[in-house]
């Protein structure tokens, strides 16, 4: 069971979650399968963006600036939210008009609700630890849900699959005792919440 739990925290890792989120949208939206230079230009923005701050914290554990790569060590979470945050505050930016390229609004609200859930998890962190791993999955099942329900292409399975995919990814974080039940409860809200709010207005 310990490897199973390993597997899904690995597989369903925070970094892997944002280009896992922009690959399920070509089933939910038209537009997106059909430009697919979009698709690449935001492929390219969130691959560099994830891959960029995961390189950060392998050198950070190298350098024994963290103790572990999953930092369970609250007071060692503080930097490295910050260096995530900084990443997809760039990749967001990136989105915007400035690039030259047109990202339609969904996009940019999703990849600032990204960024709005990074911020808060950081504030949360400065007193109480928080579940990244879930912050990560709260906010891909509210990424697709209201983008489902925007562009109306609700599909009851992929929406159940991601729950499911979310609970054993719950379960594999406190199996391994990564987390209490508090800390991914309180992860899961706050994705979910700031990604989903941001998509419901039209932020961004």
């Not at 400065?126 to 906010?139: N, P, Q, R, V, Y």
């Amino acid at each position: 069971m310990d490897t199973i739990a390993k597997l899904i925290s690995a597989f369903l890792h925070p970094f892997v979650m944002p280009m896992g989120t922009l690959v399920l949208m070509l089933h939910f939206d038209l537009y997106l399968s059909h430009r697919i230079d979009v698709f690449i230009y935001l492929a390219m923005v969130i691959g560099i963006n994830s891959l960029a701050p995961a390189f950060s914290l392998w050198f950070m554990y190298k350098r024994k600036l963290i103790s572990d790569l999953d930092i369970r060590n609250r007071k060692e979470r503080v930097k490295p939210f910050l260096i995530v945050l900084s990443y997809f505050t760039l990749a967001y930016i990136l989105t915007l008009e400035i690039s030259g390229i047109f990202v339609p609004e969904l996009y940019r609200s999703l990849m600032l609700g990204l960024v709005l859930s990074i911020f808060v998890g950081w504030l949360i962190t400065l007193k109480f630890k928080i579940s990244m791993h879930m912050l990560a999955s709260g906010g891909v099942l509210a990424a697709i849900l209201i983008a489902s329900i925007r562009l109306n292409t609700l599909d009851l399975q992929w929406i159940s699959s991601i729950i499911i995919l979310g609970g054993l990814l719950g379960w594999s974080r406190l199996y391994l005792k990564a987390h209490t039940y508090e800390e991914v409860y309180a992860g899961y809200a706050v994705g979910f919440c700031c990604v989903g709010m941001t998509m419901m207005l039209g932020l961004g």
